[in-house]
């Protein structure tokens, strides 16, 4: 499984940004893609996942209620949509995919196919 990133950039507090996760080889058998994000020096962390074929979301509570994640299972891609962004939203955002669940998981341990990052910054 391949996973593509993109969608970051600079953009002013308060405004929005979509990110993108375009996934490709043996896809089938996923379970979940989530989105994580790592400020620098600091651990990665959880930011969002949705399951790939039914209906299920888990998100960071530091991020409910401004982000939406959603798929498009007929072109492969997993989207974060970002409103009311903040400076502390600002990072390296990745994407990962789980092939195992059986559940949504926040834990970077539950995923093992990881995307490049595409970068964030929030200016005050």
């Known amino acids: 499984v391949q996973l593509q990133a993109s969608g970051g950039g600079l953009v002013q507090a308060g405004g929005s940004l979509r990110l993108s996760c375009a996934a490709s080889?043996?896809?089938?058998?996923?379970?979940?893609v989530g989105w994580f994000r790592q400020e620098l020096g600091k651990e990665r962390e959880f930011v969002a996942a949705i399951r790939w074929r039914f209906e299920g979301t888990l998100y960071a509570p530091s991020v409910k209620g401004r982000f939406t994640i959603s798929r498009d299972n007929a072109k492969n891609t997993v989207d974060l949509q970002m409103s009311d962004l903040k400076p502390e939203d600002s990072a390296v955002y990745y994407c990962?995919?789980?092939?195992?669940?059986?559940?949504?998981?926040?834990?970077?341990?539950?995923?093992?196919?990881w995307g490049q990052g595409t970068e964030v910054t929030v200016s005050s």
């Open positions: 990962a995919a789980d092939r195992v669940g059986p559940v949504l998981r926040s834990s970077l341990r539950g995923y093992y196919y």
């Open positions: 080889g043996r896809i089938f058998g996923l379970y979940a």
